[in-house]
Nanobody, 115 residues
């Protein structure tokens, strides 16, 4: 079983930056894929960014060039660096792990972009 704890959310002005962290309860070395999803009020949860164990990444079109996902296997942590934030990025952001034992989710962290 994998437990995921997100942190780093908050309120930021348009154009600002935030870095989200997702700390796993154990080693993430053998987790094939980890990612960040988000869910805005009244909308479905959507993929934001994903990184596989080999380092390849993919992003939603809406965040390409602004967000960067990375993983630090030594710290069992996945990050999402978010730059040039827009009001439409406002959502609860969830960390996800696609492990061999199953799919796991964190509790979510709120990101609000507003002036």
């Amino acid at each position: 079983q994998v437990q995921l704890v997100e942190s780093g959310g908050g309120l930021v002005q348009p154009g600002g930056s935030l870095r989200l962290s997702c700390a796993a309860s154990g080693s993430i070395v053998r987790i094939p894929a980890m990612g960040w999803y988000r869910q805005a009020p009244g909308k479905q949860r959507e993929l934001v960014a994903r990184i596989i164990s080999g380092g390849s990444t993919n992003y939603a079109d809406s965040v390409k060039g602004r967000f960067t996902i990375s993983r630090d296997n030594a710290k069992n942590t996945v990050y999402l660096q978010m730059n040039s934030l827009k009001p439409e990025d406002t959502a609860v952001y969830y960390c996800n792990a696609d492990a061999y034992s199953g799919t796991y989710w964190g509790q979510g962290t709120q990101v609000s972009v507003s002036s």
